[in-house]
């Protein structure tokens, strides 16, 4: 029996929800509706933290980095996924002009989520990929505030990283559960052929870049609030920044909190661009039909991220989250890390 006759209208309804999960998984939406954050270079010294790397060769760090993923259900929230990684970052020289550094992958470990086969998936994936990525280091560069300014082994991480999209691609194609929803004319991993190589590297030093996001900027102490308008590249959205600084440690941390207003014609068009591409002729049409009969409200892409910084600049927690939602139902993806072993010079 074909999956389009089977109580068309809440099949179909989950199937739309689904590829918008999808989507915002991949990051399609996500890239959209990304808000960039520019230094308060005009601002009062007194009324401002400026974000500035004061390292030494041979600091040495180790964070655990944290990631899952809840399926958001009106008010409730249920965790489907989660993963653990545990990095080390080592000064490998200091000059008057920057630092030069290595990231290294230590650890990689998988949530054990009771009644969850998308977790159950991730983990058999992790388990066979996560022994190919220990050791892997990448080195850069920063200049003397701490911004990066340069992955020095960038070709070898981008065939590392090709690599292990490839075994990833192909562990995915090999699990039971995705060959039976096959048969119904859905190839999930035909999403891969719009990932390019780019997308592949952003998100494999993603959390490094993240842990020097802010520095070389300033910014306002205080919580400041800005409205945007919809553009040709983003979506309507309100940003609100917190900054926050402690006199008596030096620690100070930023904090945003932006929310993306995606109309239904937004939605339709960027759910649209990917369905022929993962489904048949037959279940592509009949999903775009739906898409008109049920996206009828707009979505919602939220993200939340707050950095917390110790006095020498070396980041000690940082929580990322980013949501999306349409009519009521999305997911929820949040990446924490903290600081889990710390050796500096004074």
């Known amino acids: 029996m074909s999956i389009i006759n089977i109580n068309t209208g809440f099949a179909m309804k989950k199937l739309v929800i689904l590829i918008f999960g999808l989507l915002f998984a991949a990051g399609y939406l996500v890239s959209r509706a990304q808000s960039s954050q520019s230094s308060d270079e005009t601002a009062d010294v007194d009324s401002t933290v400026s974000v500035i790397g004061w390292f030494s060769k041979c600091d040495t760090l180790e964070y655990w980095i944290l990631q899952g993923e809840w399926k958001i259900d009106g008010a409730d929230t249920l965790k489907t996924t989660g993963i653990a990684t545990k990095v080390r970052i080592v000064v490998t020289d200091s000059t008057s002009e920057g630092y030069k550094m290595d990231y290294t992958f230590l650890e990689i470990e998988g949530d054990t989520i009771e009644n969850s086969p998308l977790n159950n998936i991730q983990n058999r994936i992790t388990e066979k990929l996560g022994r190919k990525i220990i050791g892997h280091t990448v080195h850069f560069e920063t200049d003397e505030l701490g911004e990066i300014t340069r992955i020095t082994n960038l070709d070898k991480i981008k065939k590392q990283v090709k690599s292990l999209f490839n075994s990833a691609m192909s562990e995915l194609a090999s699990i039971p559960e995705i060959k039976e929803v096959k048969k119904y004319g859905i190839d999930i991993t035909k999403l891969a052929d719009k990932i390019d190589s780019d997308q592949l590297v952003e998100g494999y030093l993603e959390e490094l870049k993240l842990m020097f996001l802010h520095?070389?900027?300033?910014?306002y102490l205080g919580k400041r609030c800005v409205h945007e308008d919809a553009t040709e590249t983003k979506y309507e959205n309100d940003v609100c920044t917190t900054v926050g600084f402690d006199s008596e440690d030096g620690s100070y941390f930023i904090a945003t909190d932006v929310e993306n207003i995606i109309p239904p014609s937004a939605l339709k068009a960027v759910l649209g661009e990917v369905v022929g591409t993962m489904m048949s002729d037959d279940l592509a049409e009949a999903v775009k039909n739906e898409m008109d009969s049920q996206i009828k409200l707009i979505g919602i892409v939220g993200s939340y991220l707050r950095n917390e910084y110790l006095g020498d600049g070396w980041p000690y927690s940082i929580l990322k989250q980013e949501?999306?939602?349409?009519?009521?139902?999305?997911?929820?993806?949040q990446t924490y890390m903290y600081l889990a072993y710390y050796s500096v010079r004074n």
């Open 323 to 333: 949501s999306s939602t349409i009519n009521g139902q999305g997911k929820l993806r």
């Open 215 to 219: 520095h070389g900027s300033r910014f």
